[in-house]
């Protein structure tokens, strides 16, 4: 039963914003850790950030502080992530995950289950 659906992805032009969402269901909501991952062409999948369920925040990108923000809706059991000042270097396939333990982690194989990602590009 548990559900991760990714929203929000498409194309945009440098400097643009875009807010992904990710829609939960199948699991308290309030004890998930869930982590947006990233994976850009020619790199690894590497962790953005993640929301705790006790609302502890995480990044993992330093070059990425200041643009990207995560956050989540415990009425909605959405986490979101507000992309600001995108770069064509962010292009790449956005993913949520549920991460083991219910424990933020930024390392992809500590995900027990993913979203189907959501397609980001950036470019002129």
């Known amino acids: 039963q548990l559900r991760l659906v990714e929203s929000g992805g498409g194309s945009v032009q440098p400097g643009g914003s875009l807010k992904l969402s990710c829609d939960v269901s199948?699991?308290?909501?309030?004890?998930?850790?869930i982590g947006w991952f990233r994976q850009v062409p020619g790199k690894d999948r590497e962790g953005i950030s993640c929301?705790?369920?006790?609302?502890?925040?995480?990044n993992y990108i330093d070059s990425l502080a200041g643009r990207f923000t995560i956050s989540r809706d415990g009425a909605k059991n959405i986490v979101y992530l507000e992309m600001n000042n995108l770069k064509p270097e962010d292009t790449g396939v956005y993913s949520c995950?549920?991460?083991?333990?219910?424990?933020?982690?930024?390392?992809?194989?500590?995900?027990?289950?993913w979203g189907q990602g959501t397609q980001v590009t950036v470019g002129s």
């Open positions: 199948g699991v308290t909501f309030h004890y998930a850790a």
């Open positions: 995950a549920v991460l083991r333990w219910g424990l933020c982690s930024g390392v992809a194989a500590d995900a027990t289950f």
């Open positions: 929301s705790s369920g006790n609302g502890a925040v995480i």
